[in-house]
């Protein structure tokens, strides 16, 4: 319910607003995003695809801030499709699936975030939120390089937020601000994050 009322223009601070995309083969999933994201004042959905090369399209033509995409789909997978996409016009994307194997590759891609189908509004509107604050970072360091003379290029990729890390059968996710310190074990790496310590 937080996540939902910071993302209302009523609050009073100005917030950015997104326009996303939906990807996905099927017609009902497609529908229970757009469904849900009427009730996000700070998202609006410009368009829908059902197939890889019609999102491909989509993006190319509409360049939303976010993109809202499903893993599995006919003759090419989600991932394949965002390799086609230009880095110069790459969105952040929400991953959406049914399966939770995909997870690692997921985050390894620097997804915004992972909803396993079927979710409910409220993790919608988290991932908003998570992609808003994204976007509103980016555009911030952008505006300071600009400031400063040294403005990146459209090219320039996004610093690493996430490490993937297995513990025996379970795949966790390390903030890598929590991160302490990294030690060489042989061919390991070793993360310290607050008296724990994780091998890579």
Do not use: C
């Not at 090369?53 to 893993?71: M, N, Q, T, Y």
């Amino acid at each position: 319910a937080m996540a939902n009322q910071n993302l209302r223009e009523g609050t009073g601070e100005r917030r950015m607003q997104l326009n996303a995309a939906i990807i996905d083969d099927e017609p009902l999933a497609r529908a229970r995003i757009t469904q849900h994201a009427a009730d996000i004042d700070a998202l609006t959905i410009v368009g829908e695809a059902g197939d890889w090369h019609e999102g491909v399209a989509l993006i190319d033509r509409l360049r939303p801030h976010l993109v809202f995409l499903d893993i599995q789909m006919p003759e090419m997978n989600g991932f394949e499709l965002l390799a086609r996409i230009p880095e110069t016009h790459r969105p952040l994307v929400v991953f959406t699936t049914a399966f939770n194997e995909h997870a690692i590759q997921a985050f390894e891609t620097e997804g915004v975030d992972y909803l396993l189908k079927p979710f409910k509004k409220e993790r919608l509107v988290a991932a908003v939120e998570r992609a808003r604050t994204r976007l509103e970072g980016t555009k911030a360091r952008e505006l300071i390089a600009e400031q400063l003379g040294s403005a990146p290029t459209q090219q320039s990729t996004p610093p690493l937020s996430r490490l993937t890390i297995r513990d025996g059968d379970q795949t966790r996710v390390l903030k890598v601000r929590d991160i302490e310190a990294f030690e060489s074990a042989g061919n390991y790496v070793i993360a310290h994050t607050q008296g724990q310590q994780h091998v890579l």
